[in-house]
Nanobody
Framework: QVELVESGGGLVQPGGSLTLSCAAS????????MGWYRQAPGKQRELVAV???????KHADSVKGRFTISRNNAKSTVYLQMNSLKPEDTAVYYC???????????????WGQGTQVTVSS
């Protein structure tokens, strides 16, 4: 059983920054792609960013240039550095892992509990 635990969310003013972390249990972390999704109230969950096992990344157009996904395989942790935050970034952020196709399309079989990010003045 794999457990994913997100942290780092909170309340931040527009233009501010936050770094989310997702720690995974188990030794299989490095073999898989990792992704961040978010879900705003009343909206569907959407893909934010993906990082492959080899470190290749892809970011949604809405966050490109502002958010950066990275991973530390030694710590079994994936990060999401979020800069220049906007009110429309307000959502619950979730991490997931799986094959590249899984993470890009629907997410993997395992999800964290989510961490709330609120951007407001």
């Amino acid at each position: 059983q794999v457990e994913l635990v997100e942290s780092g969310g909170g309340l931040v003013q527009p233009g501010g920054s936050l770094t989310l972390s997702c720690a995974a249990s188990g030794s299989i972390f490095s073999r898989y792609a990792m992704g961040w999704y978010r879900q705003a109230p009343g909206k569907q969950r959407e893909l934010v960013a993906v990082i492959t096992s080899g470190g290749n990344t892809k970011h949604a157009d809405s966050v490109k240039g502002r958010f950066t996904i990275s991973r530390n395989n030694a710590k079994s942790t994936v990060y999401l550095q979020m800069n220049s935050l906007k009110p429309e970034d307000t959502a619950v952020y979730y991490c997931t892992f799986g094959t590249v196709v899984e993470v890009f399309t629907t997410g993997g079989d395992y999800w964290g509990q989510g961490t709330q990010v609120t951007v407001s003045s």
